[in-house]
């Protein structure tokens, strides 16, 4: 056994170790995100992507930034802003390859023929 240091104990923030394991967890899924765009990014498809799901876990995020802006302003918001920005571009792709190039289905389920026949140009 070691004796016990108080000089380290001293020393040592207590904020600190939920900070860093916080990052830990927003490191490991934000992680995620850079290979789940280069494959939208490499394939043109979105097939089993879920709109939805991205924008629950944008929510999340914001949530979670939310809190430290109210309590401590803690470092952690940038992991937080940077992994919102990784599912929000993620989010945009899944829009862009959503429809078909040339559908007339937008994606809310309209048809883009009935508009432009409302109004002829």
């Known amino acids: 056994m070691r004796p016990h240091n108080d000089k380290t104990q001293q020393h040592m923030n207590p904020d600190i170790l939920p900070r860093l394991l916080e990052f830990a967890m927003l490191f490991c899924f ?14 043109k498809r979105v097939d089993g992507k879920s709109a939805m799901f991205e924008i ?3 929510v999340g995020y914001l ?20 992994d919102t920005a990784l599912v929000a571009t993620d989010l945009s792709l899944y829009f862009h390859y959503a429809r078909p190039r040339g559908s007339a289905t937008l994606p809310c389920g309209r048809d883009k023929r009935a508009r432009s026949r409302m109004n002829p140009v």
């Open 63 to 82: 949530f979670g930034i939310a809190s430290h802006l109210i309590s401590d302003r803690s470092w952690v918001i940038w992991v937080y802003l940077a």
């Open 30 to 43: 934000g992680f995620s995100w850079p290979f789940a765009i280069a494959k939208t990014l490499r394939a």
């Open 56 to 58: 629950i876990v944008i």
